[in-house]
């Protein structure tokens, strides 16, 4: 998994947004509806417990959904620390138990913890875990290269549905529909409401997830992907 960079947060940003919209200068919220509230929903490991509720409080200061998913990207690098020995748990442990031990391993544990968070304070969320398109490409020329991958999320903001990059403290403009091409050259995988709920129990999950990601990927994609420009910060 890739190494996570720094979010830098604004306040300012956030008093601005909130000034804007009870002046009627932003549209409304984008609607809720049945299909994307079942991301709100739970998985067992992504249960919201109390210390997954108490964590989550901070989140409650905003006062849109899109508000909570910028607090959510500072909570993460502020209340939590980054420990590379720790992927080696990869997947393998609940919410809960990061949230209280205070360490993330790598991209899965930051966002999951993400995923548990919004959810608590009301913003569906939903994990999509994806095969590194430069990696995919490599490996036909190379059987030896080692597999790379990434966490992020699918997020329900003001604005309708959209990634955002828990670990590397990204977030990006509307979704746009189709294709598997994510941003920063990556291709879909799998997603879910956790990693247990896609069958990801461990490490060797992840591998062979990217594995079978990377047979399947369709060469035009994974070149789109590849040598796409990145997608810019919303």
């Not at 509230?37 to 067992?44: I, M, T, Y």
């Not at 604005?159 to 990556?186: A, E, F, K, M, T």
Request: with cysteine.
């Amino acid at each position: 998994m890739k190494a996570r960079y720094a979010w830098a947060f604004s306040l300012g940003l956030l008093l601005a947004a909130a000034g804007c919209q009870s002046a009627g200068l932003l549209p409304k919220s984008f609607p809720l509806n049945e299909e994307n509230r079942k991301w709100l929903q739970e998985g067992e490991q992504t249960r919201i417990t109390p210390a997954v509720r108490a964590a989550a409080k901070p989140l409650l200061a905003g006062s849109s959904r899109g508000q909570k998913i910028r607090i959510v990207m500072d909570l993460l690098h502020s209340e939590f620390t980054y420990d590379q020995a720790e992927s080696i748990h990869a997947a393998a442990r609940t919410a809960d138990e990061l949230v209280r031990g205070g360490v993330f391993g790598d991209c899965t544990d930051y966002a999951l913890v993400a995923a548990a968070l919004l959810r608590s304070a009301g913003v569906p969320a939903r994990i999509v875990l994806a095969a590194d398109a430069g990696w995919i490409g490599l490996l036909r020329r190379d059987p030896s290269a080692v597999p790379e991958g990434h966490a992020m999320l699918e997020v329900w903001g003001d604005r309708g549905p959209q990634w955002i990059n828990p670990s590397w403290g990204n977030l990006y403009p509307v979704r746009p529909g189709g294709g598997n091409v994510l941003p920063d050259g990556y291709l879909w995988a799998r997603a879910g409401r956790d990693y247990w709920d896609m069958g990801i129990r461990g490490v060797e999950d992840l591998r062979n997830l990217l594995y079978e990601t990377a047979r399947g990927a369709d060469r035009e994609e994974t070149e789109q992907a590849s040598f796409g420009a990145p997608v810019p910060r919303n």
